[in-house]
């Protein structure tokens, strides 16, 4: 994807012309190398020319500044921020991030091609480059109701497109095991256009790992562990570094980063709320945190740069070298790389952590929504059919559960939620096509005491979400969601307590991010109020109702057995 070259910039590199811009007095993070360099760097017409002395229409003295690629996030679905492709932008290209791999499965999983077609068109002309993995597991699996279904014929269309740089993150790892034929002509089709399938599979190792390397994924961002990336690595998988909201790995993974690895390792983001994104950063905090727990401050950025950028294949892009775009980075100090100033296409368009160019983006096209609901058929009620139950229990910090057994609490032959024991009752009702399917069970962690939550986005299908201490909030949860068109609510007592819509999809915001921050700090206080302790309990949320990750989750068709690979009653004795 390297862009033509032109008589102008050929000329420029010649010194025949002047250029547009010279960075005088750098220390240039050369990636190629791994070595920093004292030099100056030519641009002219957004891209790199050459490096040395030239005569400039602008000169700039850096002053001994280091000067790097911009960063690249290797995996990240912009709908985790709640907001669009623009405002994602703004947040992020302060702090460093010039360029996304980006998987719009969530907005796929509800719109199908619709929402790829969006994110296309949203992202079209931003100050941050937008690439994108076409969604490969639309449903994810058999065992819920999504809004579409994604098939090779329906996805070849985009393997030309420019922007589509691979296949993304392959769910259905049971289904590559298994040779499923849909799957693996997914798989086929993008190899055959020269570009990566990711991986996505969590604990997968021995002979599995090696059926599912062999059918041809690349990469995963799932490992938790330096024994479970090690064995991938060691199988000649590239290991994406994950550090998002609910799922944080890089702790964990930072002892496997050396000049051996790292070459083969890359950061992403995955899902990162607007909160953290914000407060917190993106991948240049993730660069700061490697350096700081004592990564070289050259490997961590080659795992921000140059890294993603051959694994995607991307030559215009991830380092700064002759012919390609100058996005840059400006850094004071390579020991505590703190993002001064960011360049885009030759362009400054921030400085100090604030944007001072955005560019001109095209008005995103309207997304519509999707919420159909019979509020009269929803039912929360539970007959006893046993005494003892299976229970979802959160994992601090994580998106993987544990599956558990409790005693029931049996009130006039129904199972109902006991707060004092924090055993609430968690649901997932269909929204798309209206069935009024609802799936119903009991989860530990949340810790309410009294409400209820609720959200429509439930990876990986965004059906409805809702936890709580009582049918009647919950209902109530419900029916607030489906009168804004999706979005995020707590409920107490039967009334609103807080609420942020999500127009677009039931998934991102239309509004700036600092309002979206806004609506999210008055649902975490109001998730507070009621009890719940968790740092970011609609992130929690939202990942409760994923049936590819362990160990117990929930769907619209009830409990999955992420293990067994399929639904499992709630009642272990069944009568």
Request: proline share 6%; charged share 20%; with cysteine.
């Amino acid at each position: 994807m390297k862009p033509k070259p032109t008589a102008r910039l050929i000329e420029a590199a010649r010194g025949d012309r002047p250029v547009d811009l010279l960075l005088h007095n750098a220390r240039l993070v050369n990636v190629f190398l791994g070595a920093v360099i004292e030099t100056d760097i030519a641009i002219s017409d957004g891209f790199i020319v050459g490096f040395g002395p030239y005569d400039a229409l602008q000169t700039v003295d850096l002053q001994g500044r280091y000067v790097a690629p911009g960063f690249i996030d290797a995996h990240v679905h912009i709908e985790s921020a709640l907001v669009g492709p623009a405002e994602f932008a703004r947040a992020v290209l302060p702090r460093g991030t010039t360029a996304v791999v980006a998987d719009p499965h969530e907005i796929a999983n509800v719109l199908g091609t619709a929402g790829i077609d969006y994110m296309l068109a949203a992202s079209e002309g931003l100050p941050v480059r937008f690439y994108f993995t076409l969604p490969s597991c639309v449903p994810a699996t058999h065992m819920e109701s999504a809004g579409a279904r994604l098939t090779e014929a329906i996805l070849r269309p985009y393997l030309a497109h420019p922007r589509i740089v691979g296949l993304a993150e392959m769910m259905n790892f049971p289904g590559v095991i298994h040779a499923d034929g849909e799957v693996l002509a997914k798989i086929a089709a993008m190899q055959a256009a020269g570009k990566p399938v990711d991986g996505h599979a969590p604990g997968l190792g021995g002979r599995a790992l090696h059926a599912y390397l062999g059918a041809g994924i690349a990469s995963d961002h799932e490992c938790t562990s330096v024994r479970e990336a090690e064995e991938k690595l060691a199988a000649g998988m590239h290991i994406m570094v994950r550090e998002g909201t609910g799922a944080k790995n890089l702790d964990d993974l930072l002892p496997l980063i050396t000049s051996r690895t790292a070459r083969r390792m890359l950061w992403c983001s995955d899902d990162r709320h607007a909160h953290d994104l914000l407060a917190e950063g993106h991948i240049g905090q993730m660069v700061r945190r490697a350096v700081r727990g004592g990564v070289d401050p050259i490997v961590a950025i080659q795992m921000a740069t140059l890294n993603p950028a051959e694994y995607f294949r991307l030559d215009e892009v991830g380092a700064v070298a002759p012919g390609r775009r100058a996005d840059l980075v400006v850094l004071d100090d390579l020991n505590d790389p703190v993002v001064r100033q960011v360049y885009s296409n030759g362009r400054l368009v921030a400085e100090a952590g604030r944007l001072v160019d955005n560019g001109k983006a095209a008005q995103p096209p309207a997304a519509p929504g999707a919420m159909k609901v019979p509020l009269e058929r929803i039912d929360f009620k539970i007959a006893a059919r046993g005494r003892r139950v299976r229970v979802i229990e959160t994992v601090p910090q994580q998106i993987v559960t544990r599956g558990t057994v409790a005693d029931a609490r049996i009130i006039d032959g129904l199972a109902v939620a006991d707060p004092k024991r924090d055993l609430l009752k968690i649901a997932v009702v269909e929204r798309h096509q209206g069935s009024g399917r609802t799936g119903i069970g009991f989860i530990r962690g949340f810790g309410l005491t009294r409400g209820a939550l609720a959200a429509t986005v439930a990876h990986d299908s965004h059906n409805i979400v809702v936890v709580g201490a009582t049918d009647g909030d919950m209902h109530a949860a419900v029916a607030a969601l489906v009168a804004m068109v999706g979005g995020l609510v707590a409920v107490e007592a039967g009334q609103v307590t807080a609420q942020l819509a999500l127009p677009i999809a039931g998934l991102m915001s239309d509004q700036p991010m600092a309002t979206v921050c806004a609506g999210l700090d008055g649902l975490l206080a109001a998730a507070r109020h009621m009890g719940s302790m968790l740092p970011d309990p609609f992130m929690t949320l939202s990942f409760m109702a994923l049936p590819v990750i362990p160990a117990l989750k929930i769907t619209d068709m009830g409990l999955v057995d992420v293990a067994a690979f399929n639904i499992v009653p709630l009642f272990l004795d069944e009568q």
